[in-house]
């Protein structure tokens, strides 16, 4: 505020209220240009105002209680957007029409599929499924629209899918750093009785190199490694500055990670993994990042790591 405005007054007067038209034109800019008669209504808009802006052309139904504002020249998007306000707030794009929004498929033309928690009357142009379990983690946005996550939208794909699609869809999610096998196994423990369960896991055995690779098996082949090649034991599972590490040795600062794919190989699991590696350097605690392949030639590995441990050894002593 000026020195004018100190003295008299802010002259400008209070911010006009935006009429219901400015509202709206403000909701379908972000909405792709679509909204639901409940938006209207909750705008301020009463029934026989949405049936006038209809009659003059403002409004354009796309289905019922959805309608595009100003034009139907609508992203593409638009129309799954549409498809979801249609089966209402809490529902979902689902099945081929979430995988093709997540880029799972090169191209998708049939009818639009949408999950909703409660039954819906059946719509042109849509299949519509209904669950009940519908989890937080479940829910997602791409592109504007709300969608299943990766992971449902891949368990949900199964049911409906043939294993040639079901595969290349997988294999695309890995390219686009979307597949997440943990993410994926923890849906179908939500959901046992999926009918494509079966197909799914037959698919996701070729994201594990050596199913005999668990966790449990990497650290005792480490472990082995450690004791056969004269490194000293180090400590095991233990949690440093709020941090869980697979190995530490004090002495040298030095802690082992073991990156047992396909479970580091996530894009989530690769943020969350040099996130805590960064934190662990503001303590002056060097992490190395051992790999199963790593662990089948044990004695070049184990050379690597004396190295390294006599390294931090002289620079901390």
Same mark, same amino acid.
């Given at each position: 505020?000026?020195?004018?405005?100190?003295?008299?007054?802010?002259?400008?007067?209070?911010?006009?209220?935006?009429?219901?038209?400015?509202?709206?034109?403000?909701?379908?800019?972000?909405?792709?240009?679509?909204? &639901?008669?409940?938006?209207?209504?909750?705008?301020? %808009?009463?029934?026989?105002?949405?049936?006038?802006?209809?009659?003059?052309?403002?409004?354009?139904?796309?289905?019922?209680?959805?309608?595009?504002?100003?034009?139907? /020249?609508?992203?593409?998007?638009? !129309?799954?957007?549409?498809?979801?306000?249609?089966? *209402?707030?809490?529902?979902?794009?689902?099945?081929? &029409?979430?995988?093709?929004?997540?880029?799972?498929? =090169?191209?998708?033309?049939?009818?639009?599929?949408?999950?909703?928690?409660?039954?819906?009357?059946?719509?042109? *142009?849509?299949?519509?499924?209904? &669950?009940?379990?519908?989890?937080?983690?479940?829910?997602?946005?791409?592109?504007?629209?709300?969608?299943? /996550?990766?992971?449902?939208?891949?368990?949900?794909?199964?049911?409906?899918?043939?294993?040639?699609?079901?595969?290349?869809?997988?294999?695309?999610?890995?390219?686009? =750093?979307?597949?997440?096998?943990?993410?994926?196994?923890?849906?179908?423990? =939500?959901?046992?009785?999926?009918?494509?369960?079966?197909?799914?896991?037959?698919?996701?055995?070729?994201?594990?190199?050596?199913?005999?690779?668990?966790?449990?098996?990497?650290?005792?082949?480490?472990?082995?490694?450690?004791?056969?090649? !004269?490194?000293?034991?180090?400590?095991?599972?233990?949690?440093?500055?709020?941090?869980?590490?697979?190995? %530490?040795?004090?002495?040298?600062?030095?802690?082992?990670?073991?990156? !047992?794919?396909?479970?580091? =190989?996530?894009?989530?699991?690769?943020?969350?993994?040099? &996130?805590?590696?960064?934190?662990?350097?503001?303590?002056?605690?060097?992490?190395?990042?051992?790999?199963?392949?790593?662990?089948?030639?044990?004695?070049?590995?184990?050379?690597?790591?004396?190295?390294?441990?006599?390294?931090?050894?002289?620079?901390?002593?």
């Amino acid at each position: 505020m000026g020195p004018f405005d100190a003295a008299y007054g802010d002259r400008r007067g209070p911010r006009r209220a935006l009429t219901p038209d400015e509202r709206l034109a403000a909701l379908a800019s972000k909405q792709l240009g679509v909204v &639901s008669a409940a938006q209207l209504y909750e705008l301020g %808009f009463t029934r026989q105002a949405v049936h006038r802006r209809v009659r003059k052309g403002r409004l354009h139904r796309l289905h019922t209680g959805v309608y595009a504002v100003g034009h139907l /020249s609508l992203k593409p998007p638009a !129309g799954q957007l549409a498809a979801v306000l249609a089966c *209402g707030s809490d529902a979902l794009l689902s099945h081929d &029409s979430a995988v093709a929004l997540w880029g799972l498929v =090169r191209t998708y033309t049939g009818p639009i599929h949408v999950t909703a928690p409660r039954a819906r009357k059946p719509r042109a *142009g849509l299949v519509v499924h209904r &669950s009940r379990l519908i989890h937080p983690d479940d829910r997602a946005v791409s592109q504007g629209v709300p969608v299943t /996550s990766v992971a449902r939208t891949l368990v949900d794909f199964a049911d409906v899918a043939g294993p040639a699609r079901l595969a290349r869809a997988v294999d695309q999610a890995e390219i686009l =750093r979307l597949f997440d096998l943990g993410q994926i196994e923890r849906t179908l423990e =939500r959901l046992p009785n999926r009918p494509g369960r079966g197909a799914l896991a037959r698919v996701l055995a070729a994201y594990v190199p050596d199913a005999a690779f668990t966790r449990s098996r990497g650290e005792r082949d480490f472990l082995r490694l450690c004791r056969d090649n !004269g490194l000293p034991a180090p400590q095991a599972n233990l949690w440093i500055h709020e941090q869980e590490l697979d190995f %530490f040795w004090a002495d040298a600062a030095l802690g082992i990670e073991l990156d !047992g794919e396909p479970w580091h =190989r996530t894009t989530r699991a690769f943020h969350e993994d040099r &996130s805590r590696d960064r934190v662990l350097a503001t303590y002056g605690i060097q992490v190395n990042r051992v790999t199963q392949q790593d662990l089948r030639r044990p004695a070049a590995l184990a050379r690597e790591l004396k190295a390294i441990r006599a390294r931090r050894l002289a620079m901390l002593h």
